[in-house]
């Protein structure tokens, strides 16, 4: 039996590899490497009182091993979804408009990520009801089909959460499971608030160079049974990830600032 489920086995796997292939993950995750390694070193005179050294952002590079976020993400997509789905959305993303689409996401994602672009995109954003109303209201579609803010702002409480768990484990202070919760969700008017702003910037962005046909087409996608489990499955994915290396990233500052006190 097993022999006979081998082929098909594969052929599942190697389906799923070319959707991730198609939606340019990679690419994404070298963008996160890049941002969190970034942040990493600017915020390191605050977090330790010193600058980052070489093995400080040597513990840290390993923090965002690209195989390990590949794994994190291929494991979740599978999980989430079933071989019809799969084959649905490699129908999609592997047409010309799927493949334009993810170019343009990229070249935004990765655009953005520069404080100045980022800065320009939160401004269009402020002004987009007015310079492009029907575009606009298709974005705020987007957001309410995809639920992105309220996907992205638990997300990111829940690695807020874990950073903090990482520095109490490692011993770097000591509050309480409950102590923890009150300062993270102290966090999340403010943390709201800069997600719908990145957010709306971020797709204004990306889909400026689409025809209203192709919007229309893209957003009916989500709405589907498939773009709606890809859209979980993607979200579960991201999470895991982000709270693997808020974690590990709570230990490893807690490791360092030990370190330099003793």
Do not use: C
Not at 54 to 74: F, H, K, N, P, S
Not at 175 to 198: K, Y
């Amino acid at each position: 039996m097993a022999l006979m489920l081998a082929p098909t086995l594969l052929w599942a796997d190697a389906q799923l590899t070319r959707l991730y292939d198609l939606l340019e993950f990679d690419a994404y995750l070298e963008v996160t490497r890049i941002e969190g390694m970034r942040e990493i070193e600017d915020g390191a005179p605050e977090m330790l009182g010193r600058s980052a050294d070489g093995g400080y952002l040597a513990q840290m590079a390993r923090v965002y091993d690209a195989d390990r976020m590949r794994e994190t993400i291929l494991y979740h997509l599978e999980r989430g979804l079933n071989s019809q789905q799969i084959d649905a959305a490699l129908v999609f993303f592997g047409s010309d408009l799927g493949m334009r689409i993810t170019e343009f996401e990229v070249a935004a994602r990765r655009a953005i990520s520069d404080t100045d672009v980022e800065e320009s995109a939160r401004d269009a954003w402020l002004r987009a009801e007015e310079t492009h109303p029907w575009l606009s209201a298709r974005i705020h579609d987007f957001i309410d089909v995809s639920d992105l803010i309220e996907r992205n702002v638990s997300g990111a409480l829940n690695s807020n959460l874990r950073f903090y768990q990482g520095l109490v484990d490692g011993g770097s202070i000591e509050l309480t499971q409950d102590e923890m919760l009150i300062e993270v969700w102290a966090q999340e008017p403010a943390l709201r608030d800069d997600t719908e702003s990145w957010m709306g910037g971020y797709l204004l962005l990306a889909y400026q160079p689409l025809s209203q046909t192709d919007i229309t087409d893209y957003l009916a996608f989500w709405k589907t049974d498939t773009g709606r489990a890809l859209n979980a499955a993607v979200f579960a994915g991201y999470n895991a990830l982000y709270d693997e290396i808020s974690y590990a990233t709570g230990r490893i500052i807690a490791l360092n600032v030990d370190t330099q006190e003793l």
